[in-house]
Every structure is written in C-alpha cells, then in structure tokens.
C-alpha cells in the first residue's frame, strides 16, 4: 500500500484577538506552557490555558465562546494544570485543577455564565482529573457505583503528584454561583468508608465542607493519567514509573497494578476499544508511553487485553464487564523503531492525541435485538505524534488508524513483524499531515480530533468485496487540528478515494497508462474478486481497460467516464470512434450480465422457495441496482454527445437507455419491498406468516363484492365500473391487462394475482413512473388494511424511497377511502391543499363514483370544491343531472346556458327537460324565463311525450305564458282522449284542469274560443275561405285639401287645443248632478299626473309642434286626453286623392302608468274597487285653458307622479310591451291629428256615437308587440269581431303573466294604460252604469248576468262603453287574489280620466 496524504480543507481560522492577547500575557514565566485540548464527545469545544488563564473555544469556527482568569491568595496567581470537560444537569462546563503555592484548588467551572461555581481546597499538586459520576444522589443511572459513591452528587477523581488519588463529592445539589475559587470549601477525607454517609454528608455540607474517599493513599511516583472506562466500570490510574493500576468503582479495590514492557516511562493517555462479539468476553486498553514532558524521544503504544467472566445489558441500556480474570499486554509499537520513514535522526517525539471512534449497527426494534448485548460493528484507533528531527526546522506529523476487528482476522499479531512494511498491513494505517505542517509552520499543533461521523469506508466494488476492500487504508475520514493561533480543518481518504481520484484526472490519457492503473486498482481493492488472483501479464490490454471500467462503474466514478466520452466525441481521430464503440458495446453488454444476474436472485422472492430473505441478496440487489443506474447515466451521456449517428442509431440508442432506467427502477422496488418484509411471496396458504403478505384471495373476494354491490346501485343509469382503483387500471393500457391475466387466476383487474404481476408494471415502457407508484400505494394500503398490527410507516418510507410527492399520496389515500365508502374522510383528503389536484378523468370518476352510490349532497359538494371542467357535453350533462338531483334548478339552468352553443343547445335542454321531468322539478323549470329556443324545445318535448302529466305541465306553461289560445287547444284535446279513458282520477284531474281555463277562457272572444274548441276536434276542419272587402271608410272624418302654404305655428296650435279643453270642461259641469246619482260612493281627493323623468320623455322630431322645456311638457295632460279623443273621432285621409292629415309623432312608444286611487266603501259595508270610468261625487272644477289652468294642471301631474306603478300577481312591474297593441297605442303613442273644427263638438261625439253602434268591435289579442307608424296611403286593418256580446265586451280584461325581463330595467317601463275620456255627458253616465255593472260582475260568482245585461240594453242607444283593461295572474280570478290591486287600479283610471 501506498503513502497516504492528507488534504487541508481549509485555512487557518484565527482565534479573535482578545483571545490571544488574552493567552500571550502569561508567556513569560518558566511554568507558563500554552496547553490545550478537543473536549470529547459531541461538544465542539476546545480549551487553552497558559498560567491562570483559561480560554474556550469553538471546535469549528474558532470562535470566542468564554474566558476566565483565576486567582489566588498572598498576591499569587495560580496555574491551570489539568482540565477535563463535564457535564451536569443540563449544563456545560470544566473540571479545572489549579496549583497554587500552598496546594491546589479544584474548580467547577460553568460555561454558561463564564464563573466558578463550586471550588474544593487538596492537598497536595494536582496532576489530573477524571469525572466519574454527574449524577445526583442514588438513582438507576449509579446503579454501578459503591453505595458509599451513590449518596453523593457528583463525583470526580483527582490526582496528585506523590500518587495520592481522592473521590471528591462536587456538591452539586448546593450550587449557589456566589463561590469562587479564593473562598473554596474545606475538604474532609475519609481514609476509610464510612457506614453513615448521608449523616456525615449532611454535616459537612451545613458546615461547608466536602467528603472525599481516600482511593490510594500517597507512594511516591505522581499519577500522570487518569481515565474512567464505564463499560467496565473501572478507574484506570497511570504513574510516572510506568506503572497501571485498574480501580473497580463497585467495590473500591484494586483490581490490577503492573508495570508495563516499555519500563520507567510515564503513562500519558490511555483509551478503550471494544471488539466486535467476542465470545470470550475480552475488550482492550491502550496504553501510551511518553517522555515528551522531560523532552524524551520515546513514544510506544501498548494494547493490554482485559479479560471478563461476564458481559450484561443494564436497565440503562449500557453494557458492562464484570469479573476481570486477567489483563496482559497483548501487542506493543515503537513509534521510535525505524518502521516511518524519516530523513534524518530523531530528536524528540510528541504524541500529540488518541481516541477511539466506534460505530454500533441500529437494532430493529424488535424485543430480541433490545435485550441483545450488542458491540461496535467497527472499532479503530487513531493516533497523532509529531517527530522533530535534526536538520529539519518543520516537524514531521503522523496519524495512524489501528482497527482491532481487522487485528483479529489478521490473527492477533503482537507487533509489527519485521518482513511487513506499514503500507502492507491488514490492520494498521498511516497518513501523513505534512500538508497541514506547511500551512500551520511555524506554529506547532496541540491536539488533533477526528469527527466520528466522518469515518466511512468506500463503496465495495463487488459483493462479497475482495479482502482489500477491509483494510484500515480504505477508510476516509476528517479531522481538525488545534493550534495555539486557531483551528485546520482536513480530511484523509483512503488508498481507494486517491485511485479513484487517479482515474478522474487521467480521463483519456489513461489510455496510455493502463496497465499501471491496473495494478493500482488492483492493490486498492478496487476490481472484482475474481481478478485478485490472475496475474496482470496475462490479461489483454482490453481486458484490464474493461476491468477499470467496471471499477469507475461501482464505485460511481462517472466523471473519468464522461470525460473520456465527451473528449473522444469532439475529436476527429479514427481512434477516438474506435474508443467510443467499444465503451459503448461494453456498457451495454454490462447492463445484460446485470440484468442476467438480477433475474437469478429475483427468482426464490417470486416461486416460493424462501421463506425470507438473507442480507447477502439484499447486497445482491443493491449492487445491481447500482450498476443499472450508473450505467444508465452513462447512457445518457451518450445520447447527449452524440453527433453523427444515424436515425435508426439514435433510436437504438434511445430504447437501450429506456430498457436500462426501467430495469433500474424494478430492481429498486424489489429492493423496498424486501427491506420491508413483504417479499418473498409465499405461495402456500395453509402457512402461517408473522410477518404482512399479500392476500389475494381476500382482497379478490372483497373487490368483486363491491362491483357488484355496483352493478345493482347503478340500475342501468350509471357505469358500474366506477371504483377509483379501476380507473386507475383502465389508465394504464392494454399491456398492464395483458399482463394481470398472465399468471394463473389473473383477471386482467385489480387486484393483481401476485406481487410478481404488480411488480412487473415498472418494466413497462407506456406508462408513467407517477401511473405505476399510484397502484403500488393502493396495494399497500390495501395490504395495510388487510394487517391490523401494519402502520402507516411502509406508505412513508415508500415515498421517501422514490421521491413521491406527498399530495400524490393523500390523492391516493382520497381514492382508496372512496372505494370503501368512508365519503367523508374521502373528501376531506381530496379538499386538502396539500393533495395533488385530480386530472379530469378523476374528477368525473369521483362524481359518477358518488352518484351510483345516491351520495348526491356529496356528488354537489364536490362539484362546489373542486370546480371540474367541462369541456364534453357529456360532462355538462353529468353536471346538470347533479345538481338537478339536488334540486339545484337555479344552478343548473344557469350552468346550462354558461355551456351551451348552437351545435349541443337542443341535446343539453331535451336532457335537462327529461331530468327535470324524472326527478319531479319540472314545476320549478317553469317559474324560470325562457328564450324563444328553450321555450320551442320545452313545448316540442312536453307534446312529444305521451305522459298525460306532460300535456298538464305544457298547459299550465302556456296559460303562464298567456297563450290562451294554443292552452285551451291544448284542453280539448285532453278532452277528447278523456272521453276514451274510464279512469275516475284522471277524471278528477280534468275538472280541476278545466276549472281554471273556464276562467281563463271567458276573457277571450267568442270566435277564438270557438276557433280553439274546432282546433282540438280529431275530426278535419275545413280552411277559412278569404273575402276581399273594400277599405272601410273611418267615421267622422272631414277632408281638407291641402294647402302648401298653410303653416300651422306652435301658438296656433295651442290655442286650438285649449278652446277644444274648454268645451270639454263645461259639458262635465253640466253633468256632475247627473254623475252623482249614479255613483253614490265618497268624494275622493284629486290626483296629480304622474310625471315622466327626462329619461322617458321622447324627444321632439322636425315639425312636432310639442317640445320638452325644463325637463317638462308644454301641454297639460288634459290637453293630451282631448287629443286622443280627437284622434279617435277624425280619420285618416288618403294622400293620393289629395287630402292631406298633419301628424303629431315622437320617435319611440313611451306608457305611463295610472295612479293607484283609494277604494271607498258600498252601502252594503262591502269594500268594492273603485270603477274607472267613474266620475266622483263631488262635482270637480272646470279645467281653465288659460294660464291658471295649465298652472292647475301641472300641479295635478306633479300629484300624479306620487303614486305608485302599478303591479301585477306578486308585486312585481309589469311590461307593457306585451300588451294589446291597440290598447297600447291609444295610451302612449303622442301622434295626434289635427281637424278642422267644421261643427260643434256636441254633435261630432253624437255621430261617432251612432255610427259605432252599427260598427265591429275592433279587438287585438294579447302579447304582441309591434309599433304602429302611419304612412301616407296606408291604413290599419284592425280585427272585426261583429258577433261580439257588448256586455261580454264592457267586462274583456286582458291578462298578463309573470314575466321576468332580462332586456329592459322594471322600473323605467313598467306602466300602465289610460281609456281617453268621453267628451259628452252622456257617455259618463253611460261609463259609470256599465262600468258599475261590470265591476259587480267581476267581484261575486253570485252576481245576477241579467242585471247587466238589462242596463245594457235599456241604454242601447248610447255607445258602448270603453274596454278596461287590467292586469292579472294567469291562475286567478280577478277578484279572487288582486281585489286590493284592482282597486287600486279602478280608482287611479277613474281620477286620471
């Protein structure tokens, strides 16, 4: 073996100046020697000392941690002589020995508040210390000591210069931090045991002192070491004439006292090392000899062997020896004996540390390996010295490394022979620190420390590894040197880490070097065990290049690999290809042998020839695993340096790297699942297990239950393949099913029948590594279950394994819940932040998953969470059916319109219909506004089913839509098929159906009820047949021509208007006594106009002579009533003829709405609406046409504008646009035409009157919405209904259904209609009677038709009363559930006209 170096890691770390201005102020006294050590354990702490100062260190960094300088009495400083780390309670600090003039002191000193806290007078120079026990008082952890030890708190071992050896109590149950080492306590000893310890101790402490056991008294030669070995409880005392003595803490007596081979040297250190199991209880001392203190040159290492008649466990859990038989000295070193190589004479040798680092193998757990007595699997030695030779101004550093199992195998030699040299032992190492020499020259090292964590040994390159592999020389480690300036830090690596080194700086020119390299990896251990004993010379040069290529390979020097594959593809040299394809031909034929191999120590985990597996194929496995993933990388490499390869190449490349990664992650897994017990699989049931297995046929048994407990839930209407875990296998492909049916019983489902077949997945090439991990964490927390004592600790250590993400896991453990119907703890995991986010496929499977079970509430709680998308009509409609069988109709309608287009509108709504209809929420669809598409294929559906509660449902819909026509169509058709079923309730259905349409179907006129009544016959109707008639000629209409130049102004105009409102005023003053008999009821207030906002007012067109000033109308609204009238009695003329008729037009419809008026009390004490047409009591004032009178009037507008709009079935605004067109344009269009005024006014209102009696009635049906705007030459064409009963007509009330308006703001359209007034008194009286009738009619079942009908008659030479018209639900009477509306209504008609 070669000379191994040592590197420096880093540089000098300085102590901080005051630190060492501190340490250089004592430095001038002949005892003021600079000392300083590394305290053990896992403290990185160090202490220097110089005189009566003490400095404390950290280890890593050099930092200042504490400081103290002592002091002593007369003047006279002391000096730190000896120093030794303790620890009590929690806390940190020093055992400090100072020498004083008279004697010395032993201080407590703690370094966390940097100050003495307990100090003790000795007699007698102190030369060292040991802590023995820092414990307080008996417990279990003194079990071990003498009962005399066991009363007291604390104890320490002090030494002294003429042999004496105390046992001091510490006191540390009395710590009162107000001591210091000048006013130290008293030291009582006691030269024998005294039978009342507690007593005595108890004495001392009131009175100040501290007991102490006299353990040897004084002899002449000073104690130069002490150390405590607490395995086998012994105090270990080493003398300056070279004598030890071993000192047994049970029983205070000596056990062994012998002079060592080395003679009158003193024993510096000394150090314990335990070997691995040996049976004959034997454990070893090392004693170091050395003269250094005297300036010698002689430093020898001496093993002593201990032999024990019995080794135990104690309650504490340490390990401990009892009954020494024997102790010998078994193996000796002369560091002075020429065995180092030095290039000149020796001078003086310094031993500069030793320890010993151990490394214990971690139990399972079990009872067994707990109360086993288990021993340091690795147990080494190190040593440090330092040699000054002459002629040499730098000393030479060594550090050695002794392992005591490899001293064993080696067959315990007692020294170094003299045909061995120190680079061929088995058992023994040497580095040299001459690079930590140069950087710290000229400052010398004090102490030396390895970090026990540090020490590993390389990676074996083969299983078993070669001899080699186990020598000292193998092992790395780093280490620290101190020194009086600060700390180095270094690291030593074996002779395998330099040859591996070697090979990463050669890259390619090791082409040129190969047989020296071979010879290096061979004597480093580095190649396999099959090589060790061929000679070199007969290997071919390829053959030892492939040797050192496996070797980089296993020991994962992948960088000499890359190199040599990058360099060789950037150059140009026919060698360089050569190269390449033979490392290329080479790797792959190794990931053959490595999967060759695998296959063999796979085979017994899947036939069931093993029962368990032995640690040798769990090495086995590693070792493969290893190689495959090593060489996959160089693989990579390959592919990504390649640069001329063909395509079929390149893919040949690309399949053999997959194949190489695939194999590498089986072999990992196999690998897991051994370590955890689950492999091998074993194949005969009737055997019973201790350990967690697969259990096929219970989890076969239990997943078929569950598909079909599935089957039968679904009912056709969902897939009952809906658990998550067949989803999960359905994802995986064709090849994964293939694969489940391989083996006997496999059905191409979950579970798979064996390990083997799930194992298998991870060598499929199709499926994601994620795919394959998810089914594997199914199966164990299927195995989980199926084991009540298995944690949740195999699912961690799975994913700490292959670096799974936790959310993948808690995704995993959300489906698995869900298959076994724990819903809630199921979506709590699904909910969770941390769980990975389901992909689409997952959403659905979860909701149809929940469906098929009838967990509806938790199928729309999921929704609401986790918002799926929808990007498939399919799954809008999965959506749509779960809210809908949460009655979510609202939601659903709303998620419909969000998802619909053109192409899926009509799919979407005949499935929302039919769930609707299934579930029972088609009365809940209806109340929700339609388009005229969704009302279409609402009607189409509802027909197209032969449900006769469909055809109830599209009536109940049309009659909602004021569709009186089409309902009572609709109506007589279910009568007729009534007339074919004998069945009494379907019976009863039809007169509770026909009850309201009765109702409904008065409203409207004869020949459309009749026309419905024909519709709905099965038999055939005849067509109309159509008559041409000739244009009928408007009543009371006079002609003028027209005359160009006549230009009629604004002030014209006005003044025409209010002689006409003039006249109109005083024929109502003639017939107010009139209007008085004919309404009995109270004088109602006068109502004020309601005024329109500027928003609704229409703007003005070019030549209407009305304008907006001030935000309001010129005209008064009398004057606009008197314009209607007006209209309502001229006629149009024709313009070809040349008759001309001036319009009044505004460019948009506007409606205003008719003030709600109070109802007033019958004689009867029946509360009856007010009638519209009805004048009050109380004559009203003449409307003035002057300036009071358009004041008076605007006053009456303003009053108006108070009141409320009027409202329909439920209180919501009502839309006028679907209102009689007719009716619409006599109350908001502001056209008026203009007629000369050729006669009176009385006798133009008596010819209208005559001539309308011989007139049809003019009647537009409901709901249309068309604007009417007149042309020169064209008139409108209204419907002539000439069978029409006037009573029937004096009582026509169009109704409006609840219609919700997404178009138009409710507020700024919702109004109502006003009848223009009658001119004449005539027709007040005959308003007010018919209308009085009529309202009667309208409010009681019980009222008399013939009543009415008499008045009518008996004024049949007047004219027919005016239409009202008013606002109802399409299900009610108007008097059943809107008497307060209606006269609301009545009242604000009647104060308006």
């Not at 202490?47 to 002593?72: C, D, I, K, M």
């Not at 078994?330 to 680092?357: A, E, H, M, W």
Request: glycine share 6%.
């Amino acid at each position: 073996m070669q000379d191994l170096q040592a590197e420096v890691t880093s540089s000098l770390l300085q102590f901080p100046d005051v630190t060492l201005q501190a340490l250089g102020e004592d430095g001038k006294g002949p005892d003021s020697v600079l000392c300083g050590k590394f305290c053990g354990g896992r403290n990185t702490l160090a202490w220097l000392a110089r005189g009566p100062q003490l400095e404390v260190v950290n280890s890593v960094t050099g930092e200042h941690l504490s400081e103290y300088r002592f002091s002593g009495g007369d003047q006279v400083l002391p000096t730190v002589r000896a120093v030794k780390e303790f620890s009590w309670q929690k806390r940190t600090g020093l055992l400090v020995g100072l020498e004083e003039a008279e004697g010395s002191v032993l201080c407590l000193y703690d370094l966390g508040v940097s100050r003495v806290v307990k100090a003790v007078v000795l007699p007698g120079r102190v030369t060292a210390i040991e802590a023995i026990s820092c414990y307080t008082g008996p417990c279990v952890s003194t079990q071990h000591l003498h009962q005399s030890l066991r009363w007291l708190f604390g104890v320490a071992a002090v030494a002294t210069d003429d042999g004496h050896v105390l046992l001091v109590d510490l006191c540390l149950d009395g710590l009162s931090g107000s001591q210091s080492e000048v006013e130290a306590s008293d030291l009582e000893v006691f030269f024998s045991i005294p039978a009342e310890v507690p007593e005595r101790r108890a004495t001392g402490t009131r009175e100040g002192r501290h007991l102490s056991f006299q353990l040897q008294a004084p002899s002449g030669p000073a104690v130069s070491t002490l150390c405590y070995i607490r395995r086998t409880n012994q105090l270990v005392v080493g003398f300056s004439d070279g004598y030890l003595s071993l000192w047994n803490m049970k029983t205070l007596k000596r056990e062994h006292h012998a002079q060592l081979v080395g003679g009158r040297i003193p024993v510096y250190a000394v150090t314990f090392q335990e070997p691995e199991n040996d049976p004959r209880n034997c454990c070893y001392l090392w004693a170091v000899q050395s003269a250094q203190e005297s300036g010698g040159d002689i430093v020898s290492f001496h093993l002593l062997q201990l032999a024990f008649g019995d080794r135990k466990r104690l309650a504490s859990g340490q390990v401990l020896y009892e009954g020494l038989e024997s102790c010998n000295e078994c193996y000796s070193l002369d560091l002075t004996g020429g065995f180092v190589p030095l290039r000149g004479q020796i001078r003086n040798t310094k031993l500069l540390s030793c320890q010993t680092i151990e490394k214990f193998c971690h139990h399972d757990g079990s009872e067994e390996s707990v109360n086993e007595v288990i021993s340091p699997e690795a147990s080494v030695s190190v040593f440090s010295w330092q040699v000054n030779t002459y002629g040499q101004g730098t000393p030479s550093t060594f550090l050695c490394v002794f392992d005591i199992n490899r001293w064993y195998h080696a067959q315990m030699p007692d020294s170094l022979r003299a045909e061995e040299f120190l680079h061929d032992c088995p058992y023994f190492a040497l580095w040299s620190l001459d690079a930590v020499t140069s950087v710290t020259s000229p400052t010398l090292i004090l102490d030396v420390v390895v970090q026990e964590r540090s020490l590993s040994r390389g990676v074996p390159p083969s299983h078993p590894p070669p001899e080699e592999f186990f020598h000292p020389g193998t092992y790395s480690f780093d280490g620290t040197c101190l020194l009086s300036s600060g700390v180095v830090h270094m690291t030593c690596t074996g002779f395998q880490k330099e040859t591996l080194k070697l090979l990463k700086k050669s890259g390619p020119s090791i082409i040129k070097a190969i047989p020296e390299t071979y010879n290096r990896c061979l004597v480093a251990g580095l190649l396999s065990p099959r090589l060790s004993d061929v000679p070199p010379s007969s290997l071919s040069q390829e053959e030892q290049f492939e040797a050192i290529l496996s070797a980089a390979v296993r020991t994962g020097c992948l960088a000499f690999l890359t190199g040599c594959i990058k360099h060789w593809a950037s150059e140009e040299q026919p060698s360089s290809a050569a190269n390449l394809r033979f490392v290329l031909a080479w790797t792959w034929n190794k990931v053959i042998c490595t999967k060759d191999e695998l296959d063999q120590t796979c085979a017994p985990l899947f036939d069931g020839s093993c029962n368990f597996v032995d640690p040798q194929t769990l090495r086995s496995l590693q070792q493969c695993q290893l190689l495959l993933t090593n060489l996959g990388r160089v693989l990579d490499c390959f592919l990504t340096e390649a640069r001329e390869l063909t395509e079929q190449g390149f893919a040949n490349l690309r399949k053999k790297q997959v194949v190489t990664s695939l194999v590498s992650l089986y072999v990992q897994v196999v690998t897991w699942f051994c370590r955890s017990s689950l492999l091998p699989e074993g194949l005969d049931d009737d055997m019973p297990l201790a350990r967690p297995f697969y259990n096929y046929p219970l989890l076969q048994s239990y997943y078929t239950g569950r598909r079909q407990q599935l089957g039968r839930l679904s009912r056709g209407k969902w897939d009952s393949h809906c658990l998550m875990i067949d989803g999960m296998v359905s994802q995986l492909g064709e090849q994964a099913e293939k694969l489940w049916r391989r083996d006997e019983g496999g059905t191409g489902k979950y579970p798979p029948a064996s390990l083997h077949a799930l194992l298998d997945l991870y060598l499929l090439d199709s499926i994601e590594e994620s795919d394959k991990h998810a089914i594997t964490i199914y199966l164990l927390l299927d195995i989980m279950h199926s084991s009540p004592n298995r944690t949740d600790a195999s699912i961690d250590s799975f994913r700490t394994a292959f670096a799974i993400p936790w959310g993948l896991v808690k995704l995993i453990q959300g489906f698995w819940l869900l298959d076994h119907k724990d819903y809630e703890n199921s979506l709590a995991l699904l909910f969770h932040s941390a769980t990975m986010r389901p992909v689409s496929w997952q959403h659905w499977r979860v909701l149809e998953c929940l469906m098929c079970q009838g967990e509806h509430r938790q199928a729309l709680r999921y929704i609401q969470m986790m918002k799926p998308p929808m990007s498939s009509s399919s799954e809008v409609r999965f959506s749509l059916r779960v809210l809908l069988s949460n009655r979510c109709v609202v939601e659903a309608w709303d998620l419909l319109h969000r998802h619909s287009t053109k192409l899926n509108m009509e799919e979407l709504l005949k499935h929302l219909y039919e769930i609707c209809q299934e579930v029972g929420l088609m009365e809940d669809l209806l109340k929700l506004p339609f388009t005229v598409t969704e009302q279409e294929h609402l009607e189409k559906f509802l027909q197209t089913d032969a449900d006769v509660q469909s055809h109830e449902l599209l009536l109940a819909h049309r009659l909602q839509r004021a569709s009186y026509n089409p309902a009572l169509q609709l109506n007589q058709s279910l009568q007729v098929r009534l007339m074919n079923d004998c069945d009494p309730r379907l019976r009863e259905r039809a007169v509770a159906r026909n009850s309201p349409l009765d109702r409904c179907g008065k409203i409207l006129p004869r020949v459309q009820r009749k026309l419905a009544g024909e519709r709905a016959k099965p038999y055939h109707v005849p067509s109309p047949v159509i008559r041409e008639v000739s244009r009928p000629t408007p009543l009371l209409t006079v002609t003028n021509k027209a005359n160009a130049a006549n230009v009629h102004t604004r002030a014209t105009f006005i003044s025409k208007v209010l002689s006409k409102n003039e006249e109109v005023c005083i024929g109502k003053e003639q017939k107010a006594h009139v209007s008085q008999r004919d309404s009995p009821g109270a004088t109602e207030p006068a109502v004020r106009a309601h005024r329109l906002p500027d928003a609704e007012l229409p703007d003005a067109v070019v030549g209407t002579p009305v304008a907006k000033l001030g935000g309001r109308w010129h005209t008064r609204e009398g004057t606009q009533n008197l314009l209607a009238d007006t209209e309502s009695l001229s006629t149009r003329e024709d313009t070809q003829s040349g008759e001309k008729v001036e319009l009044l037009d505004t460019p948009r419809r506007r409606a205003r709405r008719i003030p709600h008026a109070r109802p007033h009390k019958r004689d009867t004490g029946e509360q009856t609406p007010a009638q519209p047409n009805e004048e009050p009591t109380t004559p009203r004032a003449a409307v003035r046409t002057g300036r009071r009178g358009r004041k008076r009037r605007s006053i009456l507008e303003e009053s108006a504008g108070e009141e409320a709009f009027s409202q329909g079935p439920g209180g919501s605004p009502l839309l006028l646009e679907d209102i009689n067109p007719a009716g619409r344009e006599e109350t908001s269009r502001t056209l008026r035409e203009r007629t000369p005024r050729t006669r009176s006014r009385k006798a133009a209102v008596h010819q209208k009157l005559s001539a309308e009696e011989n007139e049809s009635f003019l009647f537009s049906p409901p709901l249309t919405k068309q604007t009417k705007k007149f042309e020169a030459g064209k008139a409108d064409h209204p419907v002539q209904l000439t069978d029409l009963d006037p009573d029937l007509s004096s009582q026509i009330v169009f109704s409006l259904p609840l219609l919700r308006s997404r178009r138009k703001n409710l507020s700024s359209i919702s109004q109502t209609l006003k009848e223009p007034e009658l001119p004449a008194k005539e027709e007040e009286e005959d308003t007010k009677s018919v209308g009085k009738q009529k309202l009667e009619r309208g409010r009681t079942a019980k009222s008399n038709p013939k009543k009415a009908s008499k008045t009518t008659r008996k004024e049949g030479p007047r004219s027919p009363p005016p239409v009202e018209i008013k606002f109802i639900s399409p299900f009610a009477s108007p008097v059943d559930g809107t008497k307060s509306k209606q006269k609301e209504t009545a009242g604000a008609a009647e104060r308006t006209l």
